[in-house]
């Protein structure tokens, strides 16, 4: 008795019940990350052209944002700094007062259990937009990486409970682990965002970050979008280095990659439901194209099927409000 008419696999299908009792994947709430872009200034809430009901905020009026979102029991966030002020080397990035050094600090008072997690980059601090150094119209790994060591650096004593290099610099891993290390903050975790492609997913995010290179593209230094082996090897050097945890970026065209990298590495792994993922629902709900109740809560368990602990996503606040009403 090994088949059809015998075996029926719509059985099991036939009640809601039957099927919430044989359901393998879910997601909830405390698998989540919210983005939050902070600009200088005062009083600002801006909302972002490219990005559908997200948000800047001014230091001043995180508190009642951060209050919200601890509410609604998402567990952790992940800054960005929009600066003032850029230049050539991105001092903004690893000043103790930068914009992003404040926003930690007012978040541990306002919501001292939210988990903060910073973005370690200079592309937002950069004058040229690019996420290090350059010399002679190139990225200079080495040059950049104490800068990213600095970064992180100011980041821990601001309070950030978890440091996230996104820059894709070799070696970056293991001079902020050292940095860190050497000022005592050998309990600050690095997420690394070991495999971080160069997509075209990211382009409503540059908007919002005003974080678009000025020459050139980021290719020499992101990872082509047709290779899987590489992010191996990439997620590999970072767990050497001493990476807590693990980013795979996009997470919806890498749904193979996190899948691959899940089943050959034990650490916690995170996907990041970029700006373009989040962006292409929305537009397609406001055309009325596609429910969006629907396809975000889809969209987030196929991210965990493919084997993703944590998703960063901007739909976090929405679907946690949603789970309140059901
Ligand atoms: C900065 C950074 C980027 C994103 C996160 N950190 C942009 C980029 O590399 O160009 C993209 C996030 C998103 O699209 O939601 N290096």
Not at 59 to 74: H, M, N, R, S, T
Not at 83 to 103: F, I, L, M, N, T
Request: glycine share 6%.
């Amino acid at each position: 008795m090994t088949g059809f008419p015998q075996l029926r696999l719509r059985r099991l299908r036939r009640t809601e019940p039957l099927r919430a009792l044989v359901r393998e994947t879910s997601v909830e709430v405390g698998d989540l990350v919210y983005p939050l872009f902070i600009v200088e200034g005062n009083n600002l809430k801006q909302e972002i052209a490219s990005m559908p009901g997200i948000f800047r905020y001014s230091v001043d009026l995180l508190p009642q944002e951060v209050e919200e979102i601890a509410k609604l029991g998402i567990p952790a966030v992940l800054l960005f700094g929009i600066p003032e002020h850029k230049d050539e080397v991105g001092s903004a990035a690893y000043h103790p007062e930068g914009v992003v050094q404040q926003a930690i600090r007012a978040i541990k008072q306002s919501a001292p259990e939210l988990i903060v997690i910073t973005d370690v980059c200079l592309c937002e601090y950069t004058s040229h937009g690019h996420c290090g150094v350059i010399v002679d119209g190139y990225v200079d790994n080495d040059q950049t990486l104490p800068l990213l060591a600095r970064t992180a650096l100011s980041h821990a004593e601001a309070g950030a409970d978890i440091v996230a290099p996104s820059d894709m610099m070799d070696g970056r891993v293991k001079s902020i682990r050292e940095a860190l290390d050497e000022a005592g903050f050998n309990h600050i975790s690095i997420l690394s965002y070991a495999a971080k492609y160069a997509s075209v997913f990211y382009e409503p995010f540059r908007v919002a970050a005003e974080a678009t290179p000025q020459f050139g593209d980021r290719r020499s230094y992101q990872i082509d979008p047709p290779n899987w082996r590489e992010a191996l090897r990439e997620v590999e050097q970072d767990v050497a280095e001493g990476a807590d945890m693990i980013l795979i970026k996009p997470a919806l065209a890498y749904l193979d990659v996190i899948h691959r990298v899940r089943n050959t590495f034990n650490c916690p792994l995170a996907a990041y439901n970029v700006s373009g993922e989040f962006t292409m629902v929305k537009a397609a709900a406001r055309c009325g194209w596609l429910d969006e109740r629907r396809a975000i809560p889809e969209i987030l368990t196929a991210i965990k099927r493919a084997g993703a602990d944590v998703i960063i996503t901007y739909h976090a606040k929405e679907f946690a409000q949603w789970q309140l009403l059901t």
